[in-house]
Nanobody
Framework: QVQLKESGGRKVQAGNSLRLSCRVS????????MAWFRQAPGTDRDFVAG????????QYGDSVKGRFSISRDNAENTVYLQMNDLKVEDTAVYYC????????????????WGQGTQVTVSS
């Protein structure tokens, strides 16, 4: 079991960029596939991006392809989400998730979650 803590969320204007971070406790970070999800009020939690254990493969939700980029630093036990050209519809609570079984897009696949960080994009 690991603990995840997100940071970096804040209010920004549309068109700007933001980088989220998720630091993971423990000494086995490289054993975990990592993902970012987001949830806006009244909606389901949706897959945003995911990355394999050593960063060789990434995957993105359709709405963020070409704008968002996920990366990880195994030496720092941290996964990042670089968000460019932000849109009002990107407003949500962003959650970091970890699992050792593989990279998947389904919420139910992940056993470990952070508490979330709020991103608000204004027009």
């Amino acid at each position: 079991q690991v603990q995840l803590k997100e940071s970096g969320g804040r209010k920004v204007q549309a068109g700007n960029s933001l980088r989220l971070s998720c630091r993971v406790s423990g000494r086995t970070f490289e054993m975990y596939y990592m993902a970012w999800f987001r949830q806006a009020p009244g909606t389901d939690r949706d897959f945003v991006a995911g990355i394999t254990r050593y960063g060789g493969t990434t995957q993105y939700g359709d709405s963020v392809k070409g704008r968002f980029s996920i990366s990880r630093d195994n030496a720092e036990n941290t996964v990042y989400l670089q968000m460019n050209d932000l849109k009002v519809e990107d407003t949500a609570v962003y959650y970091c998730a970890a699992d050792r079984r593989g990279l998947r897009t389904e919420v139910r696949h992940y056993d470990n979650w952070g508490q979330g960080t709020q991103v608000t994009v204004s027009s």
